[in-house]
C-alpha cells in the first residue's frame, strides 16, 4: 500500500511540475505568430472577406486564460468606399482557469478599444454587411441555411433553456471610443455615432448589472445610465428589470422603469415612463435642424412632458396615469389598444384648457382674394383625382372621450366641450357632442357612413341661448346680427369634396333670434327716406340698426338648394317677410323681402301715422356679388302714387339711407355677413 502511494505522489508531482512547466514555458516558447496566417485565411473562407491581424498578439495561460490582439480588419466587398468594414484597434479577454472546472466562469477583462464600423449603401442598394459567408469553391453547392441551422442543433444539441454553467461574472466590460458610420452614396445620406462608450459593471447572472453609455450622435452628446438585471441562470425565462435615465441633446431626458416577463417566451413590459419638460424647439435648434411648423404664436411648442405607465405585449396595450404637457395645457389620458391589424381602442382624455389659435399656421398677409382663391382651385381639382382609402376606418374599432375645459378655436371661445366618439364597421358615430359658448349650449350628434365609396354625413345640432353679436364679432370681425339665438337642424350629405357636399346637402332646420338687431341697415329709416323722397315724411338721421323683438329663419335643403318659405321679423316699427332660394352649388340668390311700417314713421311712442310704404325688395345675383334692387312691379301694381317719381327717385338717388349709401349699397353690406362666399 506504501508502495502504490509513493507511486501515485510521484506520478502527481511529475503532472504538476509538466503543468507549472507548461503553463509558463509554453507562452515564452511557443511562437504564437505562426498561426497568425492560418487565423486569417480561416476567417476570409468562413466569412467571404478580407481579414487580417497586426503583430502584436499576447496570450497568457495559467491562472488567467487570456489573448491580446492589435489592428483587426475586416473587410468590405469590392465597389465600397471603405476597403474595411470593421476595424479594431485592440482586443483583451482573460479567462480564469480553475473555476471552470466547477461549471463557474470567471472573465477578468473584456475590453474592445476603438471599434469601427464602416456601413455602406451602395448606389446599385447593395449594403456592404450582406451576403457574409463561406467562400463556396468550384463543384461546391452551398449549404442552404434552414440545413446549416439544423447541423448546428444537432451539433449543439437541445437543452431546456438552462444554461450548462452554475455561475457568471465579469470583473471588466468595456467598448471604448467606438465609431459607428453610415453613407447611403445614392441619396448622399451621412450619420455618425462618435465616442461610444460603454462601461458594464457587476455583470453575473445573480446581480442587477450597471450599465453606462455615453456617445455622440452626429456631433450631439446622449448618454444611457442605470441598472438592468438580473438575467438569472435561465436567461430569457425569468423576469428582467431594469431602471434607466436616456438623456440627449442637452434637452431631452427620459427615465423609464419596468420589467420585461419571459423575455423570449411571450414577452410582456410593464414600464413607467417619464419624459422631464423640454423645448422641442430648443431641442431642434441645438443639432441645426429648422422647425418643421410655422404657428401663429412663436413662442408655443417651447414646453413638452410625458408621464405614462404602459403595460402588454405584442397583442395588447394600456397606457394608464398618463399626463401630457403641452406649454400651458395638461391632458390627462388612459387608454387601450389591441388587435394591431383590426385596431380596437378605447380612450379617455381630460384637457384643461387650450387656445387652438397659436398652434395654427400664421395668417399670410398682404394677398388677394384671386391669389387666394387660386390655390383653392387647385386644391379642388387634386381632392377629385385623388380617392380617400377608407380601409383602416372600416375596420377600426373605437370608443372613446374628450373633455375640454376651455377652448378657443378660430377665435371663438368654447367651454365645457365633452365628445363620446365610437366606431365600428365603418360607422363612426359622435354622440354626445355638446358645449357652451357666449352664454349658450349647443348639443350635436354626427354621424359618418364609410362602408361605401362615397362616405355619408348626417348631423342633428340643437342649440340655445347663444348671444350671437359676440359670437359673430369674434368670428367673422363682423357686427352683423344680435340677440339670443336658438337653432335646430337636421342636415345630411354625400361626398368628400365640398362640390359633392353641397349637391347633395339636405335637411330643414331653423334658426330664432329674440330680444336683438341687426347691425348695418335701419329698415324702417330706409322705408322712411324713400317716403320722405317722395315728400310724404321727413328724413331721419338714424343709426343704421333694425331692433326686432324676434327673427325666425325656417329653411329646407334638397339637392345642394336651399329653401326658405318664409323667414320673418318682429319689431315694434315694422314686419318684415323674406322668401326665396339659395343655390349652393351655382351659388346665386333669388330672394324677396318685403318690409311693412306698423307703427309711426317718427318714434314708437307717437301714434299718428300709423301706416305707411311697403317698398319690397329683390336680392338676386352670385353670393360673391348679390344685386339688390326695389320691386317697382309689385310697388305700381299696389297702387302706390307718383309711380314715375318713385322710379326717377330710385333711379337718380338710389333711395340712399341715413348712412349716405344706397339701399343697394347698404343691403349688399349685410348679405355679404350672412351668405357664404364661393370659397368656403
Known amino acids: 500500500m506504501k508502495g502504490f502511494m509513493k507511486w501515485v505522489l510521484m506520478g502527481g508531482g511529475v503532472l504538476l511540475v509538466l503543468i507549472v512547466g507548461a503553463i509558463v514555458l509554453i507562452p515564452r516558447f511557443v511562437d504564437v505568430q505562426q498561426y497568425k496566417p492560418m487565423i486569417e485565411e480561416l476567417v476570409t473562407e468562413q466569412t467571404g472577406r478580407s481579414f487580417s491581424m497586426g503583430d502584436d498578439i499576447q496570450l497568457s495561460v495559467f491562472p488567467w486564460v487570456g489573448v491580446s490582439l492589435s489592428d483587426l480588419r475586416f473587410g468590405s466587398p469590392k465597389g465600397f468606399e471603405n476597403e474595411d468594414m470593421i476595424a479594431v484597434k485592440r482586443f483583451e479577454a482573460r479567462l480564469r482557469v480553475i473555476p471552470l472546472l466547477s461549471r463557474q466562469i470567471e472573465v477578468s477583462t473584456f475590453v474592445v478599444d476603438t471599434p469601427r464600423f464602416f456601413l455602406e449603401k451602395a448606389k446599385n442598394k447593395k449594403n456592404n454587411w450582406e451576403n457574409i459567408g463561406p467562400v463556396v469553391k468550384s463543384g461546391e453547392k452551398k449549404i442552404p441555411e434552414k440545413q446549416a441551422s439544423e447541423k448546428q442543433d444537432e451539433a449543439v444539441g437541445h437543452t431546456d433553456g438552462k444554461l450548462p454553467i452554475d455561475s457568471f461574472s465579469v470583473g471588466k466590460f468595456s467598448i471604448v471610443n467606438g465609431f459607428v458610420s453610415y453613407v447611403d452614396q445614392a441619396t448622399g445620406v451621412k450619420n455618425e455615432i462618435s465616442d461610444f462608450n460603454l462601461d458594464l459593471t457587476n455583470l453575473s447572472l445573480d446581480k442587477p448589472i450597471g450599465v453606462t453609455l455615453s456617445a455622440r450622435l452626429d456631433q450631439n452628446l446622449i448618454s444611457l445610465e442605470g441598472v438592468a438585471g438580473p438575467v438569472g441562470k435561465n436567461p430569457g425565462k425569468e423576469d428582467l428589470n431594469f431602471d434607466m435615465t436616456l438623456k440627449a441633446l442637452g434637452e431631452l431626458s427620459i427615465h423609464f422603469a419596468g420589467k420585461i416577463v419571459q423575455p423570449t417566451g411571450a414577452p410582456q413590459i410593464a414600464v413607467d ?141 368654447i367651454q365645457d366641450f365633452l365628445a363620446h366618439i365610437t366606431a365600428k364597421n365603418g360607422v363612426i358615430n359622435l354622440d354626445p357632442l355638446s358645449l357652451n359658448l357666449y352664454q349658450g349650449s349647443v348639443a350635436s350628434k354626427v354621424r359618418l357612413d364609410v362602408r361605401k365609396e362615397m362616405p355619408k354625413t348626417q348631423i342633428a345640432l340643437d342649440s340655445k341661448g347663444i348671444q350671437a353679436g359676440p359670437l359673430l364679432k369674434d368670428a367673422l370681425e363682423k357686427e352683423i346680427i344680435e340677440g339670443s339665438l336658438s337653432a335646430n337642424m337636421t342636415l345630411g350629405m354625400t361626398g368628400e369634396s365640398p362640390d359633392m357636399v353641397k349637391k347633395s346637402l ?105 301706416s305707411g310704404l311697403s317698398v319690397p325688395l329683390l336680392i338676386t345675383g352670385s353670393f360673391d356679388s348679390p344685386k339688390i334692387r326695389p320691386d317697382l312691379k309689385a310697388m305700381i301694381g299696389n297702387g302706390v302714387p307718383d309711380a314715375e317719381n318713385i322710379k326717377q327717385m330710385l333711379k337718380t338717388k338710389g333711395a340712399a339711407g341715413s348712412d349716405g349709401n344706397s339701399v343697394e349699397e347698404t343691403a349688399k353690406g349685410l348679405l355679404k355677413g350672412f351668405m357664404p362666399s364661393s370659397k368656403n
Open 273 to 413: 415612463l417619464e419624459v422631464d419638460p423640454f423645448s422641442p424647439r430648443k431641442l431642434l435648434a441645438g443639432i441645426g435642424q429648422p422647425f418643421p411648423v410655422k404657428t401663429a404664436d412663436p413662442k408655443v411648442l417651447d414646453r413638452v412632458s410625458l408621464t405614462v405607465k404602459i403595460e402588454g405585449n405584442a397583442k395588447a396595450l394600456s397606457f394608464s396615469r398618463g399626463i401630457i404637457g403641452l406649454d400651458e395645457s395638461n391632458l390627462t389620458f388612459l387608454a387601450d389598444a389591441k388587435a394591431f391589424d383590426r385596431p380596437d381602442i378605447r380612450f379617455d382624455m381630460v384637457l384643461d384648457s387650450i387656445d387652438l389659435d397659436r398652434y395654427l399656421p400664421p395668417k399670410q398677409k398682404g394677398m388677394t382674394s384671386k391669389q387666394s382663391t387660386e390655390p383653392e382651385s387647385a386644391a379642388k381639382k387634386s381632392d377629385q383625382q385623388k380617392k380617400t382609402d377608407y380601409g383602416p376606418l372600416r375596420k377600426l374599432v373605437l370608443d372613446g372621450k374628450i373633455k375640454v375645459g376651455s377652448l378657443k378655436a378660430a377665435n371663438v371661445k
Open 506 to 610: 339636405a335637411g330643414k332646420g331653423e334658426l330664432k333670434f329674440v330680444d336683438g338687431a341687426i347691425v348695418g341697415i335701419d329698415i324702417a329709416n330706409t322705408v322712411r327716406n324713400a317716403a320722405a323722397g317722395l315728400g310724404m315724411g321727413e328724413t331721419a338721421a338714424a343709426k343704421p340698426r333694425t331692433d326686432f323683438a324676434e327673427l325666425k329663419i325656417p329653411f329646407s335643403a334638397d339637392q345642394g338648394i336651399v329653401n326658405i318659405p318664409g323667414a320673418s321679423l318682429i319689431s315694434p316699427l315694422i314686419r318684415l317677410l323674406a322668401m326665396g332660394n339659395a343655390n349652393l352649388v351655382a351659388e346665386v340668390l333669388d330672394f324677396r323681402v318685403e318690409p311693412k311700417v306698423v307703427a309711426t314713421l317718427k318714434g314708437q311712442g307717437d301714434t299718428k301715422d300709423r
